[in-house]
């Protein structure tokens, strides 16, 4: 999406068949992105800050101590000023299985020392298997203070 428009854009997973996808359809797109096989908790390897980071149904994941290690990953590629965009799971989805619930307060707390949580608006990530509608998510803006 961010090469689409015309934005230099590097995408991270620790699965070597999801990258191989995501390297597909760029190419089907005639888009062109950087696509690496990386662990989001050692961001800090990477040695490259960037303005925005783009988290699409990651941080509801991890369990408590790698929240606060993924955190840690993000603030070292993010410098001040920079945004943060995340889609995660939300607790307002009925139902006891699949992905983690995240509460707004598990969010703010996790990004409390050194970031600002502009937003968070209720929103859906489309599943195949969890909800035909759509599973409820909540879809955060945060800023790297």
Same mark, same amino acid.
């Given at each position: 999406?961010?090469?689409?428009?015309?934005?230099?854009?590097?995408?991270?997973? /620790?699965?070597? /068949?999801?990258?191989?996808?995501?390297? #597909?359809?760029? @190419?089907?797109?005639?888009?062109?992105?950087? !696509?690496?096989? *990386?662990?989001?908790?050692?961001?800090?390897?990477?040695?490259?800050?960037?303005?925005?980071? &783009?988290?699409?149904?990651? !941080?509801?994941?991890?369990?408590?101590?790698?929240?606060?290690?993924?955190?840690?990953? &993000?603030?070292?590629?993010?410098?001040?000023?920079?945004?943060?965009?995340?889609?995660? !799971?939300?607790?307002?989805?009925?139902?006891? *299985? #699949?992905? @983690?619930?995240?509460?707004?307060?598990?969010?703010?707390?996790?990004?409390?020392?050194? *970031?600002?949580?502009?937003?968070?608006?209720?929103?859906?990530?489309?599943?195949?298997?969890?909800?035909?509608?759509?599973?409820?998510? *909540?879809?955060?803006?945060?800023?790297?203070?």
């Amino acid at each position: 999406m961010a090469a689409r428009l015309g934005h230099e854009a590097t995408g991270i997973d /620790t699965a070597q /068949t999801a990258i191989a996808i995501a390297q #597909g359809k760029a @190419r089907d797109r005639g888009v062109t992105a950087r !696509f690496l096989v *990386w662990n989001a908790l050692q961001l800090s390897d990477l040695n490259e800050q960037f303005d925005s980071v &783009l988290d699409s149904g990651l !941080f509801h994941v991890f369990d408590d101590d790698d929240r606060v290690q993924y955190v840690d990953s &993000l603030r070292a590629v993010l410098p001040p000023g920079g945004r943060m965009y995340m889609l995660c !799971f939300s607790d307002r989805q009925p139902g006891d *299985w #699949g992905p @983690r619930r995240v509460t707004q307060h598990e969010i703010r707390a996790s990004f409390r020392d050194g *970031w600002q949580v502009d937003s968070i608006e209720a929103s859906t990530i489309g599943t195949l298997n969890l909800d035909p509608h759509g599973a409820r998510a *909540w879809r955060v803006s945060i800023s790297r203070t």
